[in-house]
Structures are given as structure tokens and as C-alpha cells.
């Protein structure tokens, strides 16, 4: 059981470029979650997903895109990087009223 | 909009002592609260969790107690450890999404 996973866990990129980060669960769970998190702001809401095939936007949703085709993966697109995205980028996902981390994306774009 | 504030932003204490750390929030409204622990580089692991309907919840050496009508928690640590060197993170949870404090850095010296 490997709980939830992200991938990469390190990224620089050029401004302008496009990437996707991958999160997966093996917990079955429903809900799935992407956050960023800088400095001195805390950890802010990106998209959410209440099951396969839904997304909903967060608190802070524009410049990013995301699908769940599958239950246990949550995809986070960049279609055009920019340096004010350089961020730490966590996944979670829900079970109950608990939710579970993953170990983060750290991603620079300069 | 919730406003989460966690204060301090940063301790330090020599091991042994006992230890509070506080959280306040805007709306009373709240489903639940929950403490997170940070480790640097790492992700979120969940500590505690206070249903709204409940006023306190404890885990070992750890306590958080909840006063939604003055919208305050707080987490008690006692017999403080150099292990328990973290960042505390506390968030409410609204509908779908937790809202994040932006975290008290302990430093516990041997």
C-alpha cells in the first residue's frame, strides 16, 4: 500500500513550457486534491475532484488544468509555465473527514 | 472567505518543556479542525482531527482542543521531544476544501 504518490518529485522548466504532474492512490479513495504551497502563504487550494471524471476549481485556479480519468490518478497540467508557479505542489487524497498527503512536486520555473 | 491564523510563527524550546500552540479562525462555520505535522521536504501527516460537535481530541502526548464560538484551537504537546521539530500546520474544513494557517516552526533543543 503505497498511499498517495506524486510524480516528478523535481521539475525546472522555462517559462512557456507545459508539463503535467501525476498523483496516484492505492486507497480507493473519492476525493482527490491539488494544493501549491509557498512561502508565507500557506498551503492554498489549486482543483479538487470529488470522483472519476469530475474536476472542480479551488481558490487558486487559473494557469492550471486538471483530469481524473481514472479514480486513482489526478492529473495537474501547466499549459504555459511562468515563473510565479514555482511553488511546492502537494496531492491529497479523502477518506472519511482525513486526508492523506503526498510527499510533494517541487517545481521551478524560471 | 476563512481566515486561518496561527500564532506564533516560529518557537523555540529547550526538551522537556510543555508547549502550546495556537490557531484562530474567521467563520464559526467550520465542519471540522484538524493538526497537521510538516517535516521539511516532506508532506502533510495528520495529527488530530475535532469534529465541530466535539471539544478536544488527544493522541499520546499530543491534546487540541476546539472553541468554535470563539473560533480558536489550540494544540498542547507535552514532554516536548527534539522529535517533535516541525512545522504545526491547523485547517478548517468548509465544504469540500481545508483551509490552511500558515504554521508555527518548532524547534525543540536538546
Known amino acids: 500500500n503505497a498511499g498517495v504518490t506524486q510524480t516528478p518529485k523535481f521539475r525546472v522548466l522555462k517559462t512557456g513550457q507545459s508539463m503535467t504532474l501525476l498523483c496516484a492512490q492505492d486507497m480507493n479513495h473519492e476525493y482527490m486534491y491539488w494544493y501549491r504551497q509557498d512561502p508565507g502563504m500557506g498551503l492554498r487550494l489549486i482543483h479538487y475532484s470529488v470522483g472519476e471524471g469530475t474536476t472542480a476549481k479551488g481558490e487558486v485556479p487559473d494557469g492550471y488544468n486538471v483530469s481524473r480519468l481514472k479514480k486513482q490518478n489526478f492529473l495537474l497540467g501547466l499549459e504555459s509555465a511562468a515563473p510565479s508557479q514555482t511553488s511546492v505542489y502537494f496531492c491529497?487524497?479523502?477518506?472519511?473527514?482525513?486526508?492523506?498527503f503526498g510527499p510533494g512536486t517541487r517545481l521551478t520555473v524560471l | 472567505k476563512q481566515e486561518v491564523t496561527q500564532i506564533p510563527a516560529a518557537l523555540s524550546v529547550p526538551e522537556g518543556e510543555n508547549l502550546v500552540l495556537n490557531c484562530s479562525f474567521t467563520d464559526s462555520a467550520i465542519y471540522n479542525l484538524q493538526w497537521f505535522r510538516q517535516d521539511p521536504g516532506k508532506g502533510l501527516t495528520s495529527l488530530l482531527l475535532?469534529?465541530?460537535?466535539?471539544r478536544e481530541q488527544t493522541s499520546g502526548r499530543l491534546n487540541a482542543s476546539l472553541d468554535k464560538s470563539s473560533g480558536r484551537s489550540t494544540l498542547y504537546i507535552a514532554a516536548s521531544q527534539p522529535g517533535d521539530s516541525a512545522t504545526y500546520l491547523c485547517a478548517c474544513t468548509s465544504g469540500y476544501a481545508l483551509n490552511f494557517g500558515k504554521g508555527t516552526s518548532l524547534l525543540v533543543t536538546p
Open positions: 475535532i469534529q465541530s460537535s466535539q
Open positions: 491529497a487524497s479523502q477518506t472519511g473527514d482525513t486526508q492523506y
